[in-house]
T-cell receptor, first 114, second 115 residues
Framework: GDSVTQMEGPVTLSEEAFLTINCTYT??????LFWYVQYPGEGLQLLLK?????DKGSNKGFEATYRKETTSFHLEKGSVQVSDSAVYFC?????????????FGKGNQVVVIP | EPEVTQTPSHQVTQMGQEVILRCVPI?????FYWYRQILGQKVEFLVS????????KSEIFDDQFSVERPDGSNFTLKIRSTKLEDSAMYFC?????????????FGEGSWLTVV
């Protein structure tokens, strides 16, 4: 079935550092890919998305490129701020695989230290 | 910006009790969902609902679970007889449609603790 794998463990980094969170997927069809973010005490918010190969989603300085050849959708930001501290979830939706559900990765806690 | 709202934000219940989690989806959305996240685990799909019926459900969504849209605005998840392993954050979500261009919007979640 469809699944998403995120790199293990929390990510701690200093303000203005470069952030990368790895995400790979398996899917039966041709999925759309998403990054959701959960700030402390809040719900899941869509951060960015890409619906076809080589698409780049971007928002708030974050970027991710849909790489079909490596089945990846890694999240990057060039210079993080303390306010970026949150949990980041990679997800896919594969309607051609027969359903409309989102399949999520485990999430990565990102802590940005001033 | 319109948002999905959920109540309660946190509920503690005794094992075996019935629980109803409530959600108000975004008003012009037609598709409604419940997801859950057990502490330390992935966010998991439970059920989707469209046109007053379940359109899809996961293997987690067994006979203990039910969903309902009792009026034009609320969407509820009922757990008939809670078990310890039902302790989780439950997220309600909604979307206008199901195509790749449609975003699924989530609420802030309801923490359920079964003791």
């Amino acid at each position: 079935g469809d699944s998403v794998t995120q790199m293990e463990g929390p990510v701690t980094l200093s303000e203005e550092a470069f952030l990368t969170i790895n995400c790979t997927y398996t899917a039966t069809g041709y999925p759309s890919l998403f990054w959701y973010v959960q700030y402390p005490g809040e719900g899941l918010q869509l951060l960015l998305k890409a619906t076809k190969a080589d698409d780049k989603g971007s928002n708030k300085g974050f970027e991710a490129t849909y790489r079909k050849e490596t089945t990846s959708f890694h999240l990057e930001k060039g210079s993080v701020q303390v306010s970026d501290s949150a949990v980041y979830f990679c997800a896919l939706r594969d309607p051609l695989g027969g359903n409309n559900r989102l399949a999520f990765g485990k999430g990565n806690q990102v802590v940005v230290i001033p | 910006e319109p948002e999905v709202t959920q109540t309660p934000s946190h509920q503690v219940t005794q094992m075996g009790q019935e629980v109803i989690l409530r959600c108000v989806p975004i008003s012009n959305h037609l598709y409604f969902y419940w997801y859950r996240q057990i502490l330390g685990q992935k966010v998991e799909f439970l059920v989707s609902f469209y046109n007053n019926e379940i359109s899809e459900k996961s293997e987690i969504f067994d006979d203990q679970f039910s969903v309902e849209r009792p009026d034009g605005s609320n969407f509820t998840l009922k757990i008939r007889s809670t078990k310890l392993e039902d302790s989780a954050m439950y997220f309600c979500a909604s979307s206008e449609g199901t195509g790749s261009g449609n975003t699924i919007y989530f609420g802030e979640g309801s923490w359920l603790t079964v003791v």
